[in-house]
């Protein structure tokens, strides 16, 4: 039966003609119904649900792009977008094929997931298990040999989903591509609305909301008329004033199921996942203080607009859609129509994960530190070390913090989330606002400013962070918006009409000695002391200014809680160090348009130096250390707390504020810097093949090479979260692949460390595994293609090309070296040294955490009494055999069911 057929004559068009005109401009008929208006509301609330957000270039951090589907099951909710959109959640049988080649993925694991995998054991019965691993494998062989011959006669063109936007269904069945088209003039205007400075021609409606900005230039935008859509800006002319209205009234027009309603917007936005992630964000920020109730109207007006080309496309050239099939489709849902290897794609993902959790589990210690062993007797040797270091849990810091402890046995490693606790605002000099340095899942708490200390007043014992003199930050900050304006002068004096040909022929020369610099490897406009960081012209220290936290209402108690809050998440509450360093971490690049996807996710996107300076300064006050000691954590005074920032470009470790150093501690600090010189080098060494480099000094010059389109892997690789004591994981080479975060159950009786830990961390975590994850697998989707074809946009965000969709994911160079992929997708393990019990009622106690771990999103291992347990989904445990000589299938066929969730 064919679903789709041209019609002379639009019944929708007919029937729209005949209704009142004066109605169908502000409210349609059904908007007379009030029940109709409030599940309008509600379906576009849930369609909104749906979209995860994109943050803008200067704020960039990895989210989950499927994170609306949490509530299903990650393969539920696979075949339910493969309902709506051509968006994909599993691997390529030829990924699987190569995995399988290079035996990283064997029989054992496959084996394995078989049993594990509910949908195999259903179908086959648990008697022909080894039957479906016999088909697997036969799959894997197909896909193989395919690869081998070069044979491309299998990769068809993806189909349809069966509910699909007219645009697609048309350009499946003609010449033209009215997708490609649709989605041009979608991001033409969408750029032009949030454009930041970028153009100097400005949309002279940005100042209206989305839908009515592009009303108005719709209606008289002859642009698409002359691509070939006839009669459009009369189209537009005649539609409702509102987006709440013109949706019904599109919907409506096209004689759309109210059933299909909410399937139908979703193929919309899963269309455009980019621009549609980007209004949401808009919405995001209607609400500053965190209510909770957001005024998502831009992510309404573009669906309005969406659907607008959608009917216009339809009735300009009669082509309709017979919903009452795609009605009986829907319902079948996408399993009758996918690829027939889906269930194979299936297993395999989880045999490869299992193949992962096995390596990870065989490689740490037996016996496995105790849930239940004292705090004391954990991560502290025999003498007193030098320093304790606490690191970001990024993947990256986990070679540097090996390196560091194998240079130095008297050195302490501690990781924890890189903002340490302490969500700001951070205002650098010279500029009235800043950005936020935490986790987009939290609020700023406070704001602090930027400001000039004189570097001997700090050198003879005051702290750089105590107020010293008003003048030279007044001075320092004047001279900084002076320059800022003159160099926004010449930049607008170059893009102008009159200046922009005038100035390529008169300063082309000038610019050429820079260009010849720049491409020896030299940057001119780096050499002066503007650019140094923490330094004025005048030689003095740049700080953070803590004048106004009483104004804000942060008192010393709060400040103490802070402190307090910071050093109990890190598990360090005794045996303090006489040097204990906050080392946040950053990227180092140049002319890298999403630098902030490589710098702390845990800061949004930003710098973890502020931070750390900080917490640093936090607890280095006697004042706060004394009320400290009366909530039972003393600090001795020989400690000093010193802040510092991990380059993850070059993995050089940079010192922070050492003008406040005390004398006592300046042999120390350099015996440290010796070693963290040395740990860096290794580091260097150990990522040199990675990255194709032959030395060193190669590999830190990416840091500065602005035609470098890789300067670091980034997070490529992530595959597994650690929260324990730091002995689970010191002498174990994990490759850059976890993210580490210490933890002590014993010092935590009431769980609420690890609750914090659970809740947001490994949240974090889970995201920006999902990230990579989703930009590898889906990369036309949720990736951004290739990085030599990027152009900014209205300095917010990317084009691939010169339009279409917001790119919001991941480039080609983070994933991919040409060759052979990079990131292996996998979904975030999660081992947790605790007890099973106290890591239950924080299951029970987070619907978030609940769903991540019960519908597949993340899976869970605790190690409890030197025994490792997997939770699987329906709430109970399964106890893991460890043997490393034994394979998995052996392992499965030894677990026993060991508890329960009620």
């Not at 008169?506 to 960081?533: A, F």
């Not at 290739?786 to 080609?812: M, R, W, Y």
Request: glycine content about 6%; overall charge negative.
């Amino acid at each position: 039966m064919k679903t789709i057929h041209h019609s002379s004559k639009s019944t929708s068009t007919s029937n729209h003609k005949s209704n009142d005109p004066s109605l169908s401009v502000f409210v349609p008929a059904a908007y007379e119904d009030p029940h109709v208006y409030r599940q309008l509301e509600e379906l576009l609330d849930q369609v909104c649900e749906a979209v995860s957000p994109v943050w803008p270039l200067k704020d960039w951090v990895a989210v989950n792009p499927y994170a609306g589907f949490t509530e299903r099951s990650f393969f539920e909710s696979r075949d339910h977008l493969q309902v709506f959109s051509q968006c994909e959640l599993l691997p390529t049988m030829e990924h699987f094929a190569s995995q399988f080649r290079s035996g990283a993925l064997q029989r054992p694991h496959i084996e394995a997931a078989v049993n594990e995998t509910a949908t195999a054991v259903q179908n086959h019965g648990a008697d022909q298990a080894l039957s479906v691993v016999d088909e697997v494998l036969e799959a894997l062989t197909k896909a193989s040999s395919a690869a081998a011959s070069k044979d491309c006669s299998s990769a068809k063109a993806k189909p349809l989903p069966p509910i699909a936007t007219i645009a697609s269904r048309l350009t499946a069945h003609g010449p033209v591509d009215w997708t490609e088209m649709v989605h041009q003039e979608i991001g033409k205007h969408c750029s032009a609305h949030y454009d930041e400075g970028q153009s100097k021609w400005g949309n002279p409606w940005q100042n209206l909301p989305l839908y009515q900005a592009w009303r108005n230039t719709a209606r008289c935008d002859r642009g698409i008329e002359i691509l070939g859509l006839p009669g459009f800006r009369k189209f537009v002319n005649d539609l409702p004033h509102t987006a709440e209205a013109t949706i019904v009234h599109l919907l409506q027009r096209m004689n759309l199921p109210r059933s299909l309603w909410e399937t139908f917007l979703l193929a919309h936005v899963f269309s455009m996942p980019g621009w549609s992630g980007w209004t949401k964000y808009q919405g995001l920020q209607t609400d500053p203080l965190g209510s909770g109730k957001f005024q998502h109207d831009d992510f309404r007006g573009f669906l309005a607009m969406s659907l607008a080309y959608d009917v216009a496309i339809s009735e300009a050239f009669a082509f309709e859609v017979d919903w009452t099939s795609r009605l009986n489709a829907q319902k079948l849902n996408a399993a009758s129509s996918d690829d027939s290897c889906k269930e194979f794609r299936k297993i395999l993902l989880r045999a490869s994960e299992i193949a992962y959790r096995d390596q990870l589990l065989d490689s740490l210690p037996s016996p496995a530190p105790d849930a239940s062993e004292s705090a004391a007797n954990l991560d502290q040797p025999a003498s007193r070390p030098i320093a304790q270091m606490a690191f970001c849990i990024d993947v990256r810091s986990e070679r540097l913090r090996r390196h560091l402890e194998s240079v130095s046995a008297d050195i302490e490693t501690i990781g924890v989330a890189g903002f340490f606790g302490l969500p700001f605002e951070y205002i650098p000099l010279g500029q009235a606002s800043g950005d936020v340095h935490a986790p987009v899942l939290l609020k700023s708490s406070f704001s602090l400013q930027e400001k000039a200390s004189d570097c001997v007043s700090a050198c003879s014992g005051q702290h750089p962070l105590v107020p010293h003199s008003s003048t030279p930050t007044t001075t320092e900050a004047a001279r900084r918006t002076e320059i800022s304006t003159w160099k926004k002068r010449w930049k607008q004096f170059q893009t102008s009409a009159v200046g922009c040909f005038s100035f390529v022929e008169t300063m082309g020369l000038l610019d050429g000695i820079e260009l010849v610099g720049r491409l020896l490897g030299k940057n001119l406009r780096q050499s002066g002391p503007d650019n140094q960081p923490g330094v004025t012209a005048e030689g003095r220290t740049l700080s953070l200014d803590l004048d106004g936290l009483l104004q804000q209402g942060i008192d010393l108690d709060q400040q103490t809680d802070l402190a307090e809050g910071l050093l109990t998440t890190m598990g360090l509450t005794n045996h303090f160090a006489p040097l204990v360093v906050l080392c946040g971490h950053a990227s180092q690049t140049d002319n890298n348009a999403m630098s902030a996807g490589l710098d702390c996710g845990a800061c949004g996107g930003h710098s973890g130096a502020p931070n750390a300076r900080l917490a640093a300064t936090l607890l280095n006050d006697r004042r706060i250390q004394t009320r400290l000691a009366e909530r039972g954590i003393e600090i001795g005074a020989d400690t000093h707390f010193l802040a510092a920032w991990h380059n993850t470009t070059t993995d050089q470790i940079e010192w922070l504020d050492t003008e406040s150093i005390p004398p006592s501690h300046q042999s120390r600090v350099s015996q440290l810097q010796s070693i963290g010189n040395e740990g860096s080098e290794l580091t260097r060494c150990e990522r040199l093949p990675l990255l194709d480099e032959s030395s060193s000094e190669s590999l830190a010059a990416r840091a500065a090479d602005w035609s470098q389109t890789r300067p670091e892997w980034g997070l490529a690789g992530n595959a597994s979260m650690l929260i324990g004591p730091r002995s689970l994981t010191r002498e174990i080479a994990l490759d850059g692949r976890a993210f580490l975060h210490s933890y002590h159950a014993q010092s935590d009786p009431s769980g609420r460390v690890l609750e914090s830990i659970m809740t947001a961390p490994m949240v974090v975590a889970h995201w920006i595994n999902m990230q990579y994850y989703a930009s590898t697998v889906d990369s036309h989707h949720f990736g951004s293609g290739c990085k030599t074809v990027h152009n900014v946009v209205g300095q917010f965000g990317i084009f691939s090309g010169n339009g279409g969709d917001l790119q919001a994911g991941l480039p080609e160079q983070s994933l991919r070296n040409g060759e052979h992929i990079e990131h292996i997708p996998l979904r975030l393990q999660t081992v947790v040294v605790a007890n099973r019990e106290a890591i239950d009622r924080v299951i029970a106690a987070h619907t978030t955490v609940r769903n991540l771990l019960q519908n597949g999103w993340v899976h869970l291992v605790a190690i409890e009494n030197d025994q490792k347990y997997r939770y699987q989904p329906n709430g109970s445990w399964v106890q893991l055999q460890t043997n490393t000589a034994s394979f998995t299938s052996q392992r499965e066929k030894s677990w026993q069911l060991v508890g329960s969730v009620e």
